[in-house]
T-cell receptor, first 115, second 114 residues
């Protein structure tokens, strides 16, 4: 069955360092991969979407890579700040109106940035 | 303000008592979806709708019903709730796309079934 794994449940890093989160998938061929941020007690917030034919995408301090050969996406936050502490979720979907509508999420990585 | 609203935010009920969780969006989105979130399991899609009167099953539809009679509303119905449906529920909406969705999520509904 299709499976998404996010590298670890929790990741703790020092402020100012680059945080790198991993999303691996098996038995699935996604066309699109998304990253969301979720704060405790709140709904996820969309951050970035990357397509299978895009190797890398950036938005301010965020960078996402998508390697369909390795079946992996890496999510980087550079110059991390305590305010970046949250749970980060990856989500996959296929191409086409109907297929893109069926979305599967990873269980998330809880990121903590210590001052 | 663009938003997705859910009601109620918290609900404690008993096994077998029918309930409805409402979801409404004001962004004229075609696509709406319901998820449940459980510790260690992440978000799992229950049902989704690509437009009015068009709904389809996600990964965990058993025990749930939905309807989409109006574009802005997408209620989740539990005809006979059971304790294994105790969870945190999220509604989300987006413009319809063949190329991936930027979903807007509601604040969540925490449901406890005793």
């Amino acid at each position: 069955s299709q499976k998404i794994e996010q590298n670890s449940e929790a990741l703790n890093i020092q402020e100012g360092k680059t945080a790198t989160l991993t999303c691996n998938y098996t038995n699935y061929s996604p066309a699109y991969l998304q990253w969301y941020r979720q704060d405790p007690g709140r709904g996820p917030v969309f951050l970035l979407l990357i397509r299978e034919n895009e190797k890398e995408k950036r938005k301010e301090r965020l960078k996402v890579t998508f390697d369909t050969t390795l079946k992996q996406s890496l999510f980087h936050i550079t110059a991390s700040q305590p305010a970046d502490s949250a749970t980060y979720l990856c989500a996959l979907s296929r191409a086409g109106y109907s297929s893109a509508s069926k979305i599967i999420f990873g269980s998330g990585t809880r990121l903590s940035i210590r001052p | 303000e663009a938003q997705v609203t859910q009601n109620p935010r918290y609900l404690i009920t008993v096994t077998g008592k029918k309930l409805t969780v409402t979801c409404s969006q004001n962004m004229n989105h075609e696509y709406m979806s319901w998820y449940r979130q459980d510790p260690g399991l992440g978000l799992r899609q229950i049902y989704y709708s690509m437009n009015v009167e068009v709904t389809d099953k996600g990964d965990v539809p058993e025990g749930y019903k939905v309807s989409r009679k109006e574009k802005r509303n997408f209620p989740l119905i539990l005809e006979s709730p059971s304790p294994n449906q105790t969870s945190l529920y999220f509604c989300a909406s987006s413009f319809l796309s063949s190329g991936g969705y930027e979903q807007y999520f509601g604040p969540g509904t925490r449901l406890t079934v005793t």
